[in-house]
């Protein structure tokens, strides 16, 4: 009986949550169409201590249909070009404010190299160089950084890092990094 009522608490809180705002709009594998892995994947215990911000450094999307197929499109050139598993993030931003499904938190990405253990890859869609991502987009970024913390998926003291710090590259570009850098939980250190 407790633990009924602890579930139904549990759901009505994250319900309240979604609609004041407080949680981010997660779309799922299935609802993109992800396919399935190719091969197995290495795991990773968490709660994890980083969390990496790249681009996608491709096209943006600003609606449902375009950001679930620039995620689709993603994944297929990882897996079939980079020989990837999966799609290498844990999660993607698109410019609809929404976040995309990647693999799972408990499994280690392959974005950073010797640096994907430990870090939760989340990947903006689109090429932030010049321009930083709409505020819809930062605002959702955000959110699940919270809710990842909630989950147990980073430590409360994670440290946000931009991609260009665990690894050879300009991702997330200026105009992202630049931003990333005014982030409470942000480093200059890995």
Not at 111 to 117: K, L, R, S, T, V
Not at 158 to 172: C, D, E, I, M, N
């Amino acid at each position: 009986m407790i633990s009924t009522w602890f579930v139904m608490l549990t759901a009505s809180v994250f319900s309240a949550m979604a609609v004041h705002g407080k949680v981010p709009t997660i779309v799922t594998r299935a609802e993109w169409n992800a396919r399935a892995p190719s091969g197995p994947m290495d795991g990773m215990e968490t709660p994890l201590p980083r969390a990496v911000i790249a681009h996608t450094a491709g096209g943006g999307c600003t609606d449902d249909v375009s950001c679930a197929q620039q995620v689709r499109n993603l994944q297929s050139f990882q897996m079939t070009r980079l020989k990837f598993s999966d799609i290498g993030y844990h999660y993607l931003i698109g410019g609809n404010g929404k976040v995309y499904e990647g693999r799972s938190p408990s499994q280690r990405g392959a974005f950073a190299g010797p640096n994907n253990e430990g870090s939760l890859g989340i990947a903006f869609i689109g090429n932030f160089e010049e321009q930083a991502p709409k505020q819809e987009a930062i605002e959702a970024a955000k959110k699940l950084l919270e809710q990842a913390v909630q989950q147990a998926q980073l430590i409360e003291s994670y440290k946000l890092l931009g991609h260009r710090q665990v690894s050879a590259t300009k991702s997330p570009g200026d105009a992202l990094y630049a931003l990333l850098q005014q982030w409470p939980q942000w480093s200059p250190e890995i």
